[in-house]
């Protein structure tokens, strides 16, 4: 099975109903890309498949074949999403970032604090809450006005 | 993944006709979106082994009108739902429900004529189906046949569909009056619905309820009640009768009970 990972053309061997979770995790050794609930409620598995955010522990491998697909390790490292992610603390002990990043990554232009809510409402975090990754979100996105009602949010 | 996967054996379809062909000659699972078939291989509580990917189907994929009937394609994911033109316009409630599906993960993959054929009573865009008198349309190799969406279910989780037969399309007829869909779950986003609530208020109003009996259900004597010029306190009363809901792990049943009777009100106060 082949389909274009990063960047960069694969062929994976996996069973064609494997996870494309468990063939990024196993056979890519791309571990970036969490498992937690396995049934599409926390998003911490979230990948980019052409250019769409989906949960990738509900995705047989079989349907990505001839697919571009994403996933944190495609953003290198240095992206502006991540360092933000960083300064703005919106990490605690890390497992729901790669997918909330992901998720965050197709958002349009000039998002309202809203958008952001309902791009992340698919992306659950269970230690941080939610106000400093908004803020991260929204400080890429240069949006400085919605990024002082996240911040109220998480004085309140 | 707590089932084997030496055990699963997958089949991919690359035409309809490919996979009508397949199910006639062996007994395969569809999967087109995988949110709920792979949730039950997941937690290894789905039973089937054979499987059928359809994903690939684009033929499926298409929204067109045709003697003012509305064709949604059966593998229509709940994002090109939403940004349907012409979606918006004939039935902007399957819009507003949509983007209640899961998280934008579920709604890019999920897909309409999964949430029909998995056939659970807290499906978020079947009740709208109902209130619209939607048509199934299902193709097999020996040809297609139409069945109302409220005569598909005929208990919890069970369909008329055969094994052979494909869901390829849903037909909805022009809908005349004001629409109304409330989910209510949980929390705001990502929620199994409590109660879901989808009508049409016309002289002869159109309710439909998800999650208050075996299957989605329409509430006939309500809406008859309400045709006749019942008041709408005597409507809820008879709601209340009407519905069965049960006490699950999401919700109880006399809470259901009550909030269905209060949604039929505001449905009434909103398109009045």
């Known amino acids: ?156 | 993944m707590k089932t084997a996967l030496s055990d699963l054996d997958l089949r991919v379809a690359s035409s309809v006709n490919e996979a009508l062909t397949i199910l006639r000659d062996e007994k395969r699972t569809p999967i087109a979106g995988a949110t709920d078939v792979y949730v039950g291989l997941n937690f290894g509580t789905f039973k089937p082994r054979q499987y059928l990917d359809i994903w690939a189907l684009d033929e499926l994929r298409t929204i067109s009108t045709h003697d003012d009937k509305l064709i949604i394609g059966a593998l229509t994911s709940y994002t090109s739902l939403m940004q349907s033109h012409i979606v918006a316009e004939r039935v902007p409630m399957l819009v507003e429900a949509s983007g209640l599906v899961g998280g934008v993960q579920i709604q890019n993959r999920g897909t309409l004529g999964g949430n029909i054929a998995n056939g659970s009573p807290a499906a978020d865009g079947v009740p709208v189906l109902s209130a619209v008198d939607a048509v199934i349309v299902m193709r097999s190799v020996e040809g297609e046949r139409r069945v109302p969406i409220n005569s598909f279910y005929t208990g919890y989780r069970s369909t008329v569909m055969r094994p052979d037969e494909l869901i390829v399309a849903i037909e909805i007829p022009r809908v005349e009056g004001k629409q109304w869909f409330r989910k209510v779950g949980t929390r705001a986003a990502q929620a199994i619905s409590k109660i879901v609530m989808a009508a049409v208020r016309a002289p002869s109003p159109k309710i439909a309820f998800g999650s208050v009996a075996p299957t989605v259900v329409r509430a006939k004597m309500t809406e008859q009640a309400l045709a006749q010029g019942a008041t709408i306190d005597e409507a809820a009363r008879i709601l209340g009768e009407e519905i069965t809901p049960i006490d699950d792990v999401r919700s109880t049943a006399d809470y259901r009970r009550r909030v269905s009777m209060n949604l039929l009100k505001r449905f009434w106060a909103d398109t009045a």
């Not at chain 1, 599409?40 to 697909?69: F, K, N, R």
């Not at chain 1, 490292?77 to 992901?102: R, S």
């Not at chain 1, 919605?146 to 109220?152: H, P």
Request: net charge negative.
């Open chain 1, 1 to 156: 099975m082949q389909f274009k990972l990063n960047g960069a053309d694969v062929e994976v061997g996996a069973h064609p109903m494997s996870r494309l979770l468990d063939v990024l995790r196993e056979e890519c050794n791309l571990t970036g890309t969490k498992e937690g609930c396995g049934e599409g409620e926390c998003g911490a598995c979230t990948v980019l498949i052409d250019g769409e955010p989906v949960c990738s522990c509900l995705v047989p491998v079989s349907q990505v074949e001839g697919a571009e697909v994403v996933s944190i390790e495609g953003l290198g490292g240095n992206h502006p999403l991540q360092k933000l992610f960083m300064n703005e603390v919106g990490a605690q002990c890390g497992i729901c970032t790669p997918g909330m990043i992901m998720a965050a990554l197709t958002l349009p232009d000039e998002p309202t604090l809203d958008d952001v809510k309902t791009a992340l409402a698919g992306n659950l975090c269970r230690c941080k809450g939610y106000s400093a990754i908004y803020r991260a979100v929204l400080r890429w996105k240069n949006n400085e006005i919605q990024m002082a009602d996240a911040t109220q949010e998480i004085q309140r």
